[in-house]
DNA sequence: AATTTTTCTTGATCTAGATCAATTTTTGAT
DNA sequence: ATCAAAAATTGATCTAGATCAAGAAAAATT
């Protein structure tokens, strides 16, 4: 499918736009494209763009005292971007890599807020991205805060069986909060009672 | 000060409305009012309000087999409810108590709706409060994953020295992801180098 | 003011998961 | 297809912080 309307389901699935308000607003979404371990954001930059991930794998991470912490995952038909650095327009504190080469779209940040300030559907598409997105950090929280590194374990194999084949394990093991060798060897019990 | 000039001041900070969209708004929400202990929502019920805390302080918490894990406080001027069982009109899957007196505003799933569809500064309103949400809790995010306890322990006294009046021990300790234990002895350690 | 309940403290012990280290396997680049 | 680099595996050891337990202090209830 071609981007932009990959994009229109995408974001008609929170708002309705007029025929008119999507030419505007679609116009202002240029294609960008990373190749396999590039950066669209990294720590200590200002966020400029806001991206749309037509195609491929995005990577969120936290880089601390050397430390590289995976914090989430950008899969096709989904929105990404450092929202904190984007909102604010200050410094970001983590990074966002591809780790598949990644056909994007983006939208600059004047752009947006003329699109928030004109059309009552796009701030309407804005909350309930925000809101989705937001809800979504909360379950992670929820996630990571109420279970054993097994628990954590299994339920992404249960949950999010594809991951495996998206992101490598050390990256994984991070998301999920534990070291790439405590993950192998969960993963290696796990295949042994088969 | 009066609440409904508090929430006024609060909700101007993020989108400015008109007169009589003020009195249209303000006039749905009702004071509601909470003793220390108390519960407006608890894991499993729907969320049907969404909340401004005038006065006092409320504690959001998860209860996983058994442990009681705070993951979040609101103070006085601040917005607080189970947003995800809100916007979704799902079960929710924390609780949030008072853990003093409290005085609050609380509005209706359809009545905030209703204002959302009726007037673009509410949707702004709502857009910007879900974006600060998301910020704070991708710092949060930061902060839990990306530190050890100790380091958590001196963060929270040294950012919020205020909250070891408002708030138990035990309380704060789950909050920064240690046993009471844990964070008695910490405590401790501190006030020993002095 | 007295008593019950909850919270906090302190010590002793334990354990999930980290760390360190040395292969082996996989992946991507040429 | 070959080679270099990165990722994954496996074993041995270590440790931050949890758990268990029991008394002291504080706060709530009568």
Do not use: C
């Not at 607003?25 to 396999?36: Q, T």
């Not at 899969?75 to 904190?84: E, I, L, P, R, S």
């Not at 699109?115 to 997105?133: Q, T």
């Amino acid at each position: 499918m071609e981007a932009l309307l990959h994009l229109k389901q995408k974001v008609n699935e929170l708002s309705e736009m007029t025929g008119e308000e999507w030419l505007d607003f679609s116009s202002r979404w240029k294609p960008w494209n990373v190749s396999r371990g590039n950066y669209i954001i990294q720590t200590g930059q200002v966020e400029k763009y806001f991206y749309f991930v037509h195609d491929g794998v995005l990577r969120a991470f936290l880089l601390n005292n050397g430390a590289d912490i995976s914090v989430g995952f950008t899969y096709k038909g989904d929105f990404t971007g450092a929202y904190d650095s984007f909102l604010e327009q200050q410094a970001a504190d983590w990074s966002i890599q591809a780790t598949t080469p990644a056909a994007l779209l983006r939208i600059g940040y004047t752009d947006l807020m003329a699109m928030f300030d004109r059309y009552k559907s796009v701030e309407r598409w804005g909350r309930l991205f925000n809101a989705r997105a937001l809800i979504g950090m909360a379950r992670r929280q929820v996630e990571v805060r109420s279970f054993s590194a097994e628990e954590r374990f299994d339920r992404l194999f249960e949950q999010s069986p594809h991951i495996f084949q998206l992101v490598s394990q050390k990256h994984l093991a991070s998301y999920v909060g534990m070291t790439p060798e405590t993950f192998s060897r969960m993963r290696k019990q796990r295949l042994e009672k088969e």
